[in-house]
């Protein structure tokens, strides 16, 4: 089974809006990254949150991490049509490699004009 | 861009031809991956390199066979596909980890295959 999971898979919602995601997983993390990815691109980092912190900004970016709970949140304040895209968190297991992080299914996000 | 070009972005292939697809990264990276994205399924990892070495072999079928010369080019030689082999080939690097909380990984745009 994956590790990371995102809820929703899919979201749409008005520019302006606010848009949540979340992450859930299943092992000990050393950190959690949310990265983005356009339709039929590659994908590119966004934030990387690491176990031991709990909330970081990145401009309209905010990323919460529990890890009493085992997941993380991404919040896009004031959303924009070229927000549109799909979302993923990976996650870097303890007990894996540095090298490897396990990335989710991922959220579509549709931000309406 | 992310300093990680793919090449050829499209490919379309008959089961019985043989094909490369090359990943060049620009930014001193020592580790690259090959991942596959096939529609409505998570990025799978396929092959792990780290300072030329093959460091990770996720149970690839051996119709993919992966070549990194140096720590800049990566590989990935294709040769009696399937068609549910078509898929977006993801190329990725990153850098000698300063401690695992500077692991994160820059990808290339990809290759769209498909396999007729």
């Known amino acids: 089974s994956q590790q990371g999971e995102e809820d929703p898979q899919a979201l749409s919602i008005q520019e302006g809006e606010n848009a949540t995601m979340n992450c859930s997983y299943k092992?000990?993390?050393?950190?959690l990254q949310w990265y983005r990815q356009n339709s039929g691109r590659g994908l590119v980092h966004l934030i990387l949150?690491?176990?031991?912190?709990r909330e970081k900004h990145s401009g309209r970016l905010r990323v919460t991490l529990d890890t009493s709970k085992k997941s993380s949140s991404l919040l896009i304040t004031a959303s924009r049509a070229a927000d549109t895209a799909s979302y993923f968190c990976?996650?870097?297991?303890?007990?894996?490699?540095?090298?490897?992080?396990?990335f989710g299914s991922g959220t579509q996000l549709t931000v309406l004009p | 861009e992310t300093g990680v070009t793919q090449t050829p972005r499209h490919l379309v292939m008959g089961m019985t031809n043989k094909k490369s697809l090359k990943c060049e990264q620009h930014?001193?990276?020592?580790?690259m991956y090959w991942y596959k994205q096939s529609a409505k399924k998570p990025l799978e990892l396929m092959f792990v390199?780290?300072?030329?070495?093959?460091?990770e072999n996720n149970s690839v079928p051996s119709r993919f066979s992966p070549e990194c010369p140096n720590s800049s080019h990566l590989f990935l030689h294709l040769h009696t596909l399937q068609p549910e082999d078509s898929a977006l080939y993801l190329c990725?690097?990153?850098?000698?980890?300063?401690?695992?909380?500077?692991?994160?990984?820059?990808f290339g745009p990809g290759t769209r295959l498909t396999v007729l």
């Open positions: 092992t000990s993390i050393n950190n």
């Open positions: 949150i690491r176990s031991n912190e």
């Open positions: 930014l001193g990276h020592n580790a």
């Open positions: 990725a690097s990153s850098p000698y980890p300063r401690g695992r909380q500077y692991n994160e990984q820059f």
């Open positions: 390199y780290n300072f030329k070495e093959q460091t």
């Open positions: 990976a996650t870097d297991s303890l007990s894996g490699s540095a090298r490897q992080l396990t």
